[in-house]
């Protein structure tokens, strides 16, 4: 899509995550939303709009690649499901950079919308940016528990796949148990290639 469309997107995003906060709970699900990749470079045409949410989970339940439990209804409120949008998911317990998702700018969050962040979309002022430091997430570290949890929770699945309680407990919503194994598999296996391409960076 053209960067200009992509960025009214962008803004339609965060009007529709302003929404949640409507919602009466004790705690938030959804605590924040960051944008990372090409739209932050200027890319025109934007291949897909690349954002993470910050949910109000522990990092166990939210493992790289996978949708994590009571998002069907975050996926189908935000419309993400409608193409255009590449989206991930993070606890609010970890830090929203890893040695995938580089750079991310935060748009919205429990204050309200981040207008001076769409703004400076709008103008191409990338300079005025405020980038959620990625140093910290380059650690060996981050990057070996990541992929311990993705492992732990590959193996989960793989471990629960055939038992007739658990599929019926990850059927539903157009969601069924093969959704969850392959999202397990591709998530470990994204982490798995950016840890060896860090190692090959760092050799």
Request: net charge negative.
């Amino acid at each position: 899509m053209q960067y200009r469309r992509a960025v009214r997107r962008l803004r339609v995003l965060a009007e529709e995550c302003e929404q949640t906060r409507r919602v009466r709970v004790d705690e938030p699900f959804l605590r924040a939303a960051y944008v990372y990749g090409d739209l932050l470079a200027g890319a025109d045409p934007v291949d897909q709009i690349e954002v993470v949410f910050v949910l109000n989970l522990p990092p166990e339940q939210v493992t790289w690649g996978t949708n994590p439990p009571g998002t069907a209804w975050l996926v189908d409120f935000l419309r993400l499901d409608k193409g255009g949008i590449a989206y991930r998911w993070r606890s609010f317990l970890d830090p929203v950079p890893n040695q995938l998702i580089r750079d991310p700018v935060r748009f919205w969050s429990l204050d309200g919308i981040d207008e001076n962040v769409l703004g400076a979309l709008a103008e191409r002022r990338f300079d005025l940016l405020k980038h959620a430091a990625s140093d910290a997430a380059e650690t060996p570290a981050q990057v070996a528990g990541e992929l311990q949890a993705a492992l732990g929770h590959l193996r989960a699945v793989h471990r629960s796949y055939w038992d007739r309680k658990w599929r019926r407990e990850h059927r539903g919503l157009g969601r069924y148990p093969e959704h969850h194994l392959w999202e397990a598999v591709q998530g470990y296996l994204d982490l798995l290639d950016a840890e060896d391409e860090q190692q090959n960076d760092k050799g």
